[in-house]
C-alpha cells in the first residue's frame, strides 16, 4: 500500500471509462461524458466517509429507521478540470455549496499559481470535498487544503481521476488527515511532470483547447 489515505475506486464501470479518458483518439464530448460517469463512483465512494446519524421514518405502514448526514456539504472544484466533475456531485449531492479555486501549474517550474478564491463562508462545519481530476506532483492539491485550511475547513477529501505516487506521497506528508479518492493510481510522472500513462492534459481535453 503507497498511502493509508489513499483509496482506489475500481469497478468494471470506472475501468471502462478510464479507458476511454486515456485514449488519445477520444474527442471533447466523449471525454466529457466518460468523465461525468466516472465522477458518480467517485461520489459514491466520497459519501462512504460521511459522519451520519439515525433518523425515524414513517413509511407508509410503519417507523423505520434511516440516515441523515452530519454535516453539510461544500463541493470546491480547482479550475478548470475540476469543474468538469461538479454536476456529477450535484446530482447526488443536490444541496451542496459550491467554492471554486483557481489554480494553474507553470509548466516551467510545475508550481500551482493561484488565480481566483471564493469559498462558502461555511467550511468549518462542513464535510469539503476538493474535485479536480489530476493528482500529479500534488502542488496544486496541497495549495488548496492549506488555503481551505486557512480559511477554517478541518474535514477535507480530495475526488481525482487519476494520481501519480509522486503526489500522492506529498499529500500524505503535508496533508497526513486528507484522504484521496481516485479512480486510478498511475505508474509515475514523466520528466514534464506529467501523470504517465495518464490521460494527457485534463483541462485542455475537457475544454477543447488543446
Ligand atoms: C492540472 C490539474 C491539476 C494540476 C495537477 O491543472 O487539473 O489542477 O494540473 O498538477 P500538480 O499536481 O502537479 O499540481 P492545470 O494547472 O493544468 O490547469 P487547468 O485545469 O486550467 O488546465
Ligand atoms: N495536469 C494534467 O492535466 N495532466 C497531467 O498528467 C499532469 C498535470
Request: one cysteine or more.
Amino acid at each position: 500500500m503507497i498511502n493509508k489515505n489513499l483509496t482506489v475506486v475500481d469497478n468494471p464501470l470506472v475501468l471502462r471509462d478510464l479507458t476511454i479518458l486515456r485514449d488519445k483518439n477520444t474527442g471533447v464530448r466523449e471525454f466529457r461524458d466518460a468523465l461525468r460517469r466516472v465522477s458518480y463512483s467517485l461520489a459514491i465512494e466520497v459519501s462512504k466517509l460521511f459522519p451520519t446519524r439515525s433518523v425515524k421514518v414513517e413509511t407508509p405502514l410503519t417507523e423505520t429507521e434511516g440516515i441523515e448526514f452530519q454535516k453539510d456539504v461544500i463541493l470546491v472544484p480547482v479550475l478548470r478540470a475540476g469543474l468538469s466533475m461538479v454536476n456529477s456531485f450535484l446530482e447526488l449531492l443536490p444541496e451542496a455549496k459550491v467554492g471554486h479555486i483557481g489554480l494553474q501549474r507553470n509548466e516551467e517550474t510545475l508550481q500551482p499559481v493561484e488565480y481566483y478564491y471564493k469559498t462558502p463562508k461555511t467550511l468549518s462545519s462542513s464535510k469539503v470535498i476538493v474535485l479536480d481530476p489530476m493528482l500529479a506532483t500534488g502542488g496544486s492539491a496541497s495549495a488548496a487544503f492549506t488555503f481551505l485550511k486557512n480559511k477554517g475547513a478541518s474535514d477535507i477529501t480530495l475526488a481525482c481521476l487519476i494520481a501519480a505516487p509522486e503526489g500522492v506521497r506529498k499529500i500524505e506528508s503535508e496533508h497526513a488527515d486528507i484522504k484521496v479518492i481516485s479512480a486510478s493510481l498511475d505508474e509515475k510522472l514523466n520528466e514534464h511532470g506529467y501523470i504517465v500513462p495518464g490521460l494527457g492534459d485534463a483541462g485542455d481535453r475537457t475544454f477543447g483547447t488543446l
